[in-house]
């Protein structure tokens, strides 16, 4: 196996994250609304309890309103089928994926635009054919996580959550070992896209993690007085829009790496995270702030 030696990286990664309060809303972000009885009565722009579009009565009187907030605050359940964590070899530009079966687990959303205590559990989780886990076997579970909505694309009406280790934020969002790698940690953050729910009061949603090229190719430093390729790294969307670079990293401590008693890389691989969790919790829209 090709070792990864890495000398330095190019990229900055910024680990930054708005306080998990309402500060964390923008003026013009998107956040968090439900459909609740009009106040005054008959005052609202839609005739059902769902606040359905169909349903909407731009002159009003209609009986339910979409209002901030997130209902009774009831924790969400999610579960999705394979997910992927890419980290790619920078010396032979080659992926050296960690691959898990499914996962489940849940979390929490709260005013005006917070997710918290997301933890999933990843199941049948294997690297090179061999099983990896930091628990019961080919198991991973993640740290706490916490976040906030924010926009990937304003004009376009697409939404993301940014998710970071919810007790130390820019920290690991996760640590396990692979037989055929060694100890891994990554850290920093991910964003996902929102779908299902945005413009739409919905139940059921997804957050889909779909990593791309987005940031191109990185240098990776130089080895033995020779300059390294450049190499492409797999990572998921990097940033909100007006926002820091919010990326995740994952360092090795194995043979692999060459550096067998060592995280390496210092700081990490550039990394992205690919699957599709399905949620099911309160039935909340996502608006943007006073658009509604």
Not at 3 to 10: D, H, N, T
Request: charged share 20%; with cysteine.
């Amino acid at each position: 196996m090709t070792r990864i030696k890495v000398m330095g990286l190019a990229l900055v990664a910024v680990f930054a994250i708005a306080a998990l309060s309402a500060s964390a809303a923008s003026a013009a972000g998107p956040i968090w609304y439900t459909c609740g009885k009009a106040s005054p009565k008959n005052s609202g722009h839609y005739a059902g309890k769902e606040c359905k579009t169909s349903e909407f009565k731009s002159e009003g009187g209609g009986a339910y309103a979409l209002v901030p907030g997130v209902g009774k605050g009831k924790a969400a359940k999610t579960k999705g089928g394979k997910a992927v964590l890419h980290s790619v070899n920078p010396e032979a530009k080659v992926d050296i994926p960690v691959e898990c079966a499914s996962f489940k687990g849940g979390f929490s959303i709260a005013p005006p635009n917070i997710v918290a205590k997301s933890v999933s559990v990843f199941s049948k989780c294997k690297a090179l054919g061999a099983p990896c886990s930091n628990g019961k076997k080919e198991t991973i579970t993640t740290k706490s996580l916490a976040g906030n909505l924010g926009w990937i694309n304003k004009a376009g009406d697409i939404v993301g959550t940014d998710l970071v280790n919810e007790a130390e934020p820019g920290k690991y969002v996760a640590e396990f070992t692979c037989e055929a790698l060694g100890e891994i940690r990554t850290g920093g953050s991910v964003i996902g896209q929102n779908t299902g729910n945005v413009a739409v009061v919905n139940g059921a949603s997804n957050l889909v993690f779909a990593p791309g090229t987005y940031i191109g190719e990185q240098h990776a430093g130089c080895v033995e007085e020779k300059c390294s390729i450049n190499w492409t790294p797999i990572v998921n969307i990097p940033k909100f829009e007006g926002g820091p670079v919010d990326l995740l990293l994952t360092e090795v401590k194995g043979g692999i790496t060459g550096h067998p008693t060592e995280f390496y890389p210092p700081g990490g691989i550039p990394s992205g995270q690919e699957g599709v969790a399905e949620n099911k919790g309160e039935k909340v829209g996502i608006y943007e702030e006073g658009s509604v």
